[in-house]
């Protein structure tokens, strides 16, 4: 199958691990991967600001982008949520382009829907001797409604000791530009969270999106905790012989 990578920006930025996993992850399972270099933010931040206008030439590049392949996958819960239920409305006032954003969104993915629901695969050959909790990002659990894809993987992977984490489906405080404007709320919600995942004894903290780990890992990084945070396509891409 020929597959495009939607990077998105903090994978681009920040975390390029993650999207280099998803590529090497891919590619293992005997699939094309290519990167249409002319992608760039999808709009998210701008939408979920209040920024729909600033938003809309985003949204007109990532449809123009990706409307040419059949399949599109990203790393990150939070982007696919935004271009399969925001792009649509933002394109509302243009009747054909928001039915070419309906189109390229019925073929965007998050990587554990891919793999589990187009793919038909649970047992992606990966090997990650580690202890790990999974934290279900809000965007995966509530807007993709991914549901126990992300574990059933992760219950594949050799060598994986998966321990379930307290409140599991409690946010953790992110939520994007949520974390400046109520910085203390958020932070106070971080905590809740981060006290969660040390109560399970993990080594590694997962998910599904770069946002949320960045802001679990950078607190338990100021506590100097020794928990590491992993994303998935990272462990879904790890083999015994690479380690």
Known sequence: MRIALFATCLADTLFPAAAKATVLLLERLG??????????????????????????????????TFEKFDVVVAPSGSCVGSVRHQHAMVAGGDARLASRAEAVASRTYELSELLVDVLGIEDVGAYFPHRVTY?????????????????????????????????????????????????????????????????????????????????????????????????????????????
């Open 31 to 64: 699939h094309e991967v290519v990167f249409p270099e002319e992608q760039t933010c999808c709009g998210q931040m701008h939408i979920n600001t209040g920024y729909q206008k600033d938003a809309l030439p985003l949204v007109r590049r990532h449809i123009r």
């Open 135 to 243: 934290h279900p990002t809000c965007h995966s659990l509530r807007v993709l409604r991914v549901g126990d894809k992300p574990l059933r993987l992760l219950r594949k992977v050799r060598g994986l000791d998966l321990v379930e984490l307290p409140a599991a489906e409690q946010c953790c405080g992110f939520g994007g530009t949520f974390s400046v404007k109520n910085a203390d709320t958020s932070t106070a919600m971080l905590a809740d969270k981060m006290r969660h995942v040390l109560d399970t004894g993990a080594d590694v903290c997962t998910a599904g999106d770069a946002s949320c780990l960045m802001h679990i890992g950078g607190g338990l990084s100021r506590l100097r905790t020794g928990v590491r945070t992993v994303h998935l396509a990272e462990i879904l891409a790890s083999t015994e012989a690479a380690a």
